[in-house]
């Protein structure tokens, strides 16, 4: 509020007046004021010029946070922690109501996520705004993130019990938040599984309600294979319950009815580890 100069000016410049108004708004402040601080502090007021008007009216220095920087800085935020990849993925943030003044200095957005929050769907986001490192405002925002990915869907009709084929299945693009648990994403993860059930035209495939087709089945005589080092022995088993690739079932030996387990391979051969 003043310009000061003498042997004294460290002393004078450190005298509290009275608390500054808020950011941006202004308050009056008049010489009788200031002489009656300087005699508080102990000091002669005769030996003391006060030059200038009378009163003055003091603004105290602020910040405009615009609706505008706030939302930009939480979808800067989101970007930087979400799991998902940017291309994939869709943010809406809702611009906040009103600007924030805050005061003048360097300013920060610090941003907390709830833990819980899958960055799936609507979400609450808290924010601190800092200047010089100091907190000012706490405010809080909403977003909706909205994640796409690609699903297979049925082409056609696939009967219940049929493999499913490539000319089958094609691809299509679903929000993730949409489509139900086990729905598949790759071709990988159909083609050569049978229908559980039938799935119509335009349907979205689940891994649910698809499974390997059975390569062995009950009482069925099975090529048995047992590998140890160089050592690779051939033998034929009964098997004792169907079998899809990949499942451990029991067989027995033909001639002494020893029972065993093994792992059943694509082409129907058990493997005896």
Known sequence: VAEIEGVNAEILAGIELT???LPGASKPLNAALVEARLRHAGLDTGEIAIKGASRVLATTLYAEISKQMIAQSLYAHILETMPWESQET???????LNDITVPDGEIEFVWRT????????SGAFRGSILVDGVEQRSI???ANIEVY???VVARRDIPRGRPIGVADVEMRTEALSRIPEG????FEQVIGFMTRKTIFPGQIVSTRNIELPRVVRRNQLVAVEMTSGSLNIQSRAKALSDGRMGDTILCANINSGEVFQGVVRADGVIEVH
């Open 19 to 21: 608390p500054a108004a």
């Open 90 to 96: 869709e943010i809406d943030i809702p611009v906040p």
């Open 114 to 121: 709830n833990p819980q929050f899958r960055y799936l769907g």
């Open 140 to 142: 809080l925002c909403k």
């Open 149 to 151: 990915t690609n699903v």
């Open 183 to 186: 729905t598949a994403t790759g």
